[in-house]
């Protein structure tokens, strides 16, 4: 069992919880997911990891409740306990793995929204801690749904904010910020990570493209089983197909196919839309998730 050791609501919709996990907490790096499990019959959920002590031994989780899982997910409290925290599980950030002294040289821009402002704080932590800086831009509709900027501050260069209607910050989404930082401020960058909505991240990655900014995006939205094994997170990057679980769930943002996966993602949340994707892609579907009464 996995207990709660704090909650936190982040706004009216989005709960922080840090969760007693040694071992995962030991293994975890920036970019990667656990998996949770309420109780023994409950839903997989799979969740990016928004912080870690190896020390305390504790895994911090954020969520947004939108299904029954996660709805019941948000009714736990401090010294209730999960039945199962699995991980980390996923690929790490890339930069984790290249000569710090090169990831030094980079001018470095991450762009979040949403709940997607959970997973960017651990890398920008870490970049920190290895002496390299970053900018951070926090979008959101509104203010009053804006979260971790405070955090987000203690381990960033700078944070820009923006607002959909001006009521915090730049007024406009993530890529009016980013003509504003490099327009306005004469900012310069030439590595760009986006995390948050697919739609965010579709039209960041068209500005950085245009502006040709190589850009990550982080596809954890799109997850389901966390495995492989369910397919929903099937989507294509570059010509081939990946399964953002077990293949990222970081990936060159230039190279992925964003209206596929939306459409897809739609596709799979009803019993029809799963049957005609599982004519379409035949031998190469996956329904380990039982929801498609298939073998594989």
Sequence with gaps: MFKILRK???????????IDAPRVAKSALPGQFVIVKTDERAERI????????????????????????????????????????VGPLGNASDLCFEPIEEVKKKHILFVCGGVGTAPVYPQVKWLKEHGVGADVIISARTKDILIL?????????????STDDGTKGIH???????????????????????????????????LTKELGIHTI???????????????????????????????????????????????RQRQYKTEEGRAMLREKEGATHSGGCGLCNHDN
Excluded: W
């Excluded at 936190?8 to 840090?18: E, P, Q, S, T, Y």
């Excluded at 900027?149 to 904010?161: F, I, L, P, T």
């Design 217 to 263: 995006v982080s596809m954890n939205m799109i997850m389901v089983d966390g495995t492989g094994m369910c397919g929903a997170c099937r989507l294509t990057v570059g010509g081939e197909v990946k399964f953002a679980c077990v293949d990222g769930p970081e990936f060159d943002g230039h190279l992925v196919d964003f209206d596929g996966a939306m459409m």
């Design 46 to 85: 799979a969740l990016t990891i928004c912080d870690y002590d190896a020390e305390k031994g504790t895994v911090t989780i954020v969520f947004q409740p939108i299904g029954a899982s996660t709805k019941l997910m948000m009714q736990y409290e401090e010294g209730d306990a999960f039945e199962d925290f």
């Design 172 to 206: 406009g989404n993530s890529c009016d910020a980013i003509k504003y930082l490099i327009n306005e401020e004469h900012k310069t960058y030439d590595h760009v990570v986006a995390i948050g909505p697919a739609i965010m991240m579709k039209f960041v990655c068209l």
């Design 149 to 161: 900027e405070d955090k987000m501050a203690e381990v960033a260069d700078n944070v820009y904010v």
């Design 8 to 18: 936190k609501m982040l706004n009216n919709n989005i709960v922080l919880m840090d």
